[in-house]
């Protein structure tokens, strides 16, 4: 009888053994990851070139993250799709084998379908508008749910503007409404961007943005939209040397972590990644603006790049019936468009 208790004593005594050293494994995993003398490397993937005014912010974030971890965290940057196109970097990140993905949060729109309204054409006054929206409850709302889906935004200012307008460049020129009737159109992986341009009247086709350059110079396609800042280093005005300026809707680029690595880091890294994007959303803001001027005259010298002034007016109307639609469809929360058009 005294062999049966001892043997459980000591039974007892393993398990509590090991039950404190598996904590203890799991409180260095989280909390002590920047004790480590092996620096913590994360692996983010974009699609914009590494010359562009974005590739250079991608740069920027982890030139940052590296200074403010004193390099025990790094950032790698894969830029120009090297890790996939769009939808297959987002389940990289999801599944782990790539933990950020950087663009814009249409990309996350299958995630939370309030994203739609990110590339609707016309729905945001200026970029104000749209900030305030995303910075706001409604903003708060997605990036809660994106969290429940498995990944965070980090740079939670919004202050990453991509453009800081966006245009659009065709084989001829396009001057009016009219003109984008049947317009064979570049377009993004968006079935809302994809419908907007098709209540306009055009004729959008779904093609990788670093196989555009091709599709223009073959003609599967005679236009694209595109923030100012990437046309001269995507070479679009090469094929396509006429530049309207729509401006259909503000634009910002999110850096997204999974949100499993993001919970793996120690509080101290995660502050690091959130400080980091949101300074490197402004020296985007930086460059863009800075980019956008030398980059039109530079255009003008070597490619005769054609400026064609546009009244949007006409668009804007005729896109305001969509927006509903986008309620009554279910894609969008009824009530959302009047909650949106009435921030002011």
Known sequence: MKG?????????????????LMACGKGETQGDSAASDEPVVLKLGTK?????????????????VKEKSGGKLTVDVYPAEQL????????????????????GATYFADYDSRLNIT????LFRDYEHFQKV????????????????????????HSFVRGPYRVLLSTKPIQSLEDIKGLKLRAF???????????????????AWT????????HVVDAVTSPISLVKSMNFAEVAPYMTIIDEYPQDVVIVINEKKFQSLSPEFQNILVEAANEAGEYAAELVYEAADADIESMKKENNLQIIEFDKEPLVAKMKPFFYKLEEEGKLPEGMVDKILSIK
């Open 84 to 103: 996939g196109k769009g939808t297959t970097q987002i389940d990289n990140m999801l599944m782990g084998t790539q933990d950020m993905y950087a663009e």
């Open 189 to 207: 992986e968006s079935d809302v961007y994809v419908d907007a341009w098709k209540h306009l009247g055009a004729s959008p086709t779904i093609i």
């Open 134 to 157: 995303f910075t706001g409850e409604i903003g708060q709302e997605i990036h809660n749910t994106l969290i429940s889906k498995g990944m965070r935004v980090l740079n939670t200012e």
């Open 48 to 64: 914009m070139p590494d010359t562009s005014p974005e590739g250079k912010a991608f740069q920027r974030f982890a030139d940052l």
């Open 211 to 218: 196989e555009t350059y091709l599709a223009l110079k073959q």
């Open 119 to 122: 590339s609707v054409p016309y």
């Open 4 to 20: 049966l208790m001892k043997a459980f004593l000591c039974s007892i005594l393993v398990s509590v053994i090991f039950l404190t």
